[in-house]
C-alpha cells in the first residue's frame, strides 16, 4: 500500500517541493541533524539483534513506547529463538497482548523463530533475502535490522521518513521505495549510516504531520516546506 501523504492544517492543498534541495544544502541539513544528535539510535529497547528483530515485528502499526512497556518482561526472559519457542504462542500473546494485531504478530514471530533455529543456528541473518523470507519481516523492518544491528547504510522509509524528506526537498518521491532509493543516492556518504535514525527523530518530534514545530526546528531555513509554520 502506498503511504498517504498528508500536509498540516485543514483543507490545505497536497503538494510536494518544487525542486529538491541541491548539494550544499543537503550536506548542511545534515551537518545540523549530527551536530544536534551525534549518536542517534532507535528508541526500541533491546538487547541483541534477536531482540530487535523481535521488537521491530511487534512495532508494525504500534509505538515504540508501546513496545517497550511490553517487551520489557519479555526480553528477561527470551534473548533467542529457542527460548521463544519454549515460551510458545500463547505464552508470547500473554506479554505482547497490548500491543496491536498480537495474534498475527506472535503467530509470525513463533514461525520466525522456527525458520532462525531450522535454517540459520538460531543467529538474525545480515543478508536482506533471507531476512525478507522471515513471516512478519518486510522491506522496512529487514532495513531496520541491517542498519541498526548490522551498521549497514540502509534507510527504512515510514511515514516519518517519507513526510521529511518530502517536506525538506531533501529526496522527493510518489512512494516509499522511490524515496529510499533517492535518499540513498543524495545523502552524503559520511552520514548515510545515521541517516535513518535523524530523519525518523526529525519526522517524529520536529516535523510532525500536523502543525510542525518549524520555530524550534534546526533545518528550518534549509527547508524548501512552502508552508511553515513561523509564527
Not at 541539513?29 to 532507535?42: D, K, M, V
Not at 541483541?48 to 512495532?59: G, K, M, R
Not at 529526496?171 to 541517516?195: S, T, W, Y
Request: overall charge positive; proline content about 6%.
Amino acid at each position: 500500500m502506498p503511504v498517504t501523504w498528508t500536509w498540516p492544517g485543514p483543507r490545505r492543498p497536497e503538494q510536494r517541493p518544487s525542486s529538491s534541495v541541491n548539494r550544499s544544502k543537503r550536506q548542511q541539513i545534515f551537518e545540523r541533524l549530527r551536530a544536534a544528535n551525534p549518536n542517534p539510535t532507535t528508541e526500541l529497547e533491546y538487547g541483541n539483534p534477536f531482540q530487535l528483530l523481535i521488537a521491530v515485528i511487534l512495532s508494525a502499526q504500534s509505538t515504540d513506547v508501546g513496545v517497550n512497556k511490553a517487551t520489557r518482561a519479555l526480553f528477561r526472559k527470551v534473548k533467542a529463538p529457542k527460548a521463544m519457542l519454549k515460551l510458545g504462542e500463547d505464552g508470547l500473546k500473554e506479554h505482547i497482548k497490548t500491543i496491536g494485531l498480537f495474534n498475527t504478530k506472535a503467530r509470525n514471530i513463533i514461525k520466525t523463530c522456527t525458520i532462525l533455529e531450522e535454517q540459520h543456528n538460531g543467529k538474525v541473518p545480515e543478508e536482506r533475502k533471507s531476512l525478507e523470507a522471515l513471516p512478519g519481516v518486510g522491506r522496512k523492518t529487514a532495513n531496520v535490522i541491517l542498519n541498526t544491528a548490522f551498521g549497514q547504510p540502509t534507510i527504512a522509509v515510514d511515514t516519518h521518513i517519507f513526510r521529511v524528506a518530502n517536506r525538506t526537498g531533501i529526496a522527493p518521491g510518489k512512494n516509499v521505495i522511490e524515496v529510499e532509493q533517492r535518499l540513498l543516492r543524495l545523502v552524503p556518504g559520511e552520514f548515510l549510516h545515521d541517516a535513518h535514525h535523524w530523519l525518523i527523530l526529525h519526522g517524529r518530534y520536529t516535523c510532525i504531520a500536523r502543525k510542525p514545530r518549524c520555530q524550534s526546528c534546526v533545518i528550518s531555513d534549509l527547508c524548501e516546506y512552502k508552508h511553515k509554520l513561523l509564527d
